[in-house]
């Protein structure tokens, strides 16, 4: 029988399991590199570290971001979460032939505004037109280079059972935001896109922790997602407490709606810590006081191998990674 | 959240569960059957399962509506969504319902114009606006979603829009439930009757799985104190040797149903002679198709489909999982070769499908749990 595996879907783009074999199939054993192995957001060369990452959204404008801000928090986010403080970005502009430039502009300006708001500059650029019908209007691509945060570097072996798993703030926000921003729901609710640095967060985490394992931005396949990322390859397991996961009350609604589940939705602006659990508590004291307030522990690192989730209820229950891009559902 | 966290209250939860366990522990094992798709997706997604005493076994019924859509249909709508100006809408969880060689989804990766929309009149809304090419809305879901199909080919006629119309794979709840339940080789002890196909259609027509099957129904809600309530009502009529349809979601379902959205699916649709189902098989009078003096909406007798009957995959055994004999992971392909990624049966593909929601929520931790308990 045939399988959907003969051509990209979006399923490949949504962060979940079908973008893992892609790259586990497609990229890792053509481009063999160590580095790419690791399979981390942002990678150390020496005392630099770089990431790379590409932004395709629409609209282009959304309540609480554009796009062209959002290419510089996800490409700083993702230095962050390694540990690192970007300082400088290059950017590749796919434009698709008629495009406003007017409109292009505006998502540029947002660009500047954000590079300068982080302290990062955008050292090289490059454009690319292509024919009507082959893009869908502006694709971002961008490299990020940064400079060390601290000594300290994330450590997959040193996450433990007994671990507390945090988040620096609700969850969710952005992917309702776009999908609200997109308008062919008709929906009129007041969701905010969470894009913004995460640095000064982390910044702080790591002064006041010693021990924070690892990091990660919970974007694509959301919290749910990295949170198996994290423990499974290190072949552990984790609870994830429902009740303690920051959710704003206008997100849970819209979710609820959509039939979507806001554990698999996009942050853009937040990240996952896997921190000893004696320090769970100043974990988000130290996030809080940047962020004025929002970080939870919301599980802990078991020895099993699968993540459960501890329902408001009592039960519990799996909880797997994305499989293929969440579609809403007849009813 | 008003209106919803009243209904997921853990205090209250705790005290259905305790009762539960009281009236249970008075019982046999018992097998009760979920009629609704929406009904196992919830049972699994609030943990509702982890928390129930071991005796008490839920059973997964033909309430799914994706689950239920035979290869053919699906071929049919491939083969109409891969021609020259033709746009076909649909629900979101369709498009991963694999057809005999491919889903929606590979068409839509190979060209073809396929939109998910939440609404037909959203497709109605893209003929319009669209004039050019052929909109197909591709209409499935039981009762519950037939009145929106409905109203939306009612509008294209009110607005006379030519290039609008509905590949129409609806079919109707009863005639599923009475398949199962002549099923030789099932055994059930009471049903969670299906919440939101009873805002439609009532709950009237289920009095005969009291009547001739003497089992109880209790017509219930989706969230978890919902659920809770439901199961302990049937639980208590088992307990009192009492088999009456009963009405547990009363805030939503009125006893006689809507009668508006009754006689909107009588003026647009009627009863088809006989109907495939995945895994039950060629149902009589179990579907609906487009009248005839709305056949120009009617996608069917508008455009020329293969219409191929397609045999159900051999390693599948949707139909045993559907009828509540097997469970998902009794199935000889359930986690190997069947995945929501790659699902060979319905089951596996939308949320609410029994082997889907085993699959993602760990559905056989509980098999193993209640087996060394």
Known sequence: MSRADDRITSAHGAGGRATARLIDEVFRPRLASTHLDAGADGVWLGDRAVSADAFVVTPWNFPGGALGSLAVHGSVNDLAVVGARARHLTATFVLEEGIAIDALAEQVEAMGDAARRCGVEVVAADTKVVERGHGDGLFVSVTAIGDPISAWRPDHTAISAGDAIVVSGPVADHGVAVMVARGDLSLSVDVRSDSAPVVEQVEALLADVPTVRVLRDPTRGGLATVVNELVVRQGLGAVVREAAVPIRASVRATCELLGLDPLYVACEGRFVAVVAAAQAAAAVAAIDRISGGGAAVIGDVTAGDVVELETHLGGRRRLDVLVGDPLPRIC | ?373
């Open chain 2, 1 to 373: 959240m008003k209106f919803l966290d009243e209904y997921r209250d853990a205090d209250t939860g705790r005290a259905v569960l305790a009762e539960i366990a009281r009236v249970a522990a008075r019982l046999p094992s018992v097998k009760i059957m979920e009629v609704c798709g929406g009904h196992t997706h919830a049972l699994h997604r609030f943990g509702v399962l982890d928390l129930l005493p071991a005796n008490v076994e839920m059973v997964h019924g033909p309430g799914c509506p994706v689950c239920v859509v035979p290869m053919g249909r699906i071929d049919d709508a491939i083969d109409l969504a891969a021609r020259d100006g033709v746009t076909m809408c649909c629900y979101g969880d369709l498009l991963r319902v694999p057809g005999n060689r491919r889903n929606l989804l590979d068409a839509r990766a190979a060209g073809a114009d396929v939109r998910i929309v939440y609404s037909p009149l959203d497709a109605l809304a893209i003929a319009v606006a669209e004039p050019d090419r052929e909109v197909v809305f591709l209409g499935i879901g039981f009762e519950t979603t037939a009145p929106a199909t409905a109203l939306t080919v009612l509008e294209a006629q009110r607005q006379d829009v030519a290039n609008f119309s509905v590949l129409c794979d609806h079919v109707l709840i009863v005639p599923g439930l009475r398949a199962i339940l002549s099923s030789p080789d099932v055994r059930l002890d009471g049903f969670l009757g299906p919440g939101h196909v009873s805002t439609v259609i009532g709950c009237a027509p289920f009095q005969f799985v009291a009547d001739e099957y003497e089992l109880p129904l209790v017509v219930s809600g989706f969230e978890p104190l919902d659920l809770l309530e439901g199961l302990l009502m049937v639980l208590r009529q088992i307990a009192e040797g009492r088999h009456e349809v009963e009405n547990q979601y009363r805030r939503i379902v009125p006893d006689d149903g809507n009668p508006v959205a009754m006689r909107t699916i009588a003026s647009v649709f009627e009863l088809r002679d006989h109907f495939e189902w995945r895994g039950l098989g060629t149902l009589a009078h179990s579907a609906l198709a487009i009248r005839e003096d709305l056949a120009r909406f009617d996608a069917e007798r508008r455009f020329d489909l293969p219409g191929v009957r397609i045999a159900d995959p051999r390693a599948c055994q949707c139909g045993e999982v559907l009828k509540g004999v097997l469970r998902p992971w009794e199935c000889k392909v359930f986690g190997t070769a069947c995945t929501p990624e790659t699902p060979i049966g319905t089951c596996m593909v939308s949320s609410e499908g029994a082997c889907a929601a085993a699959f993602t929520y760990g559905g056989k931790r509980r098999e193993v749990a209640v087996r060394t308990s």
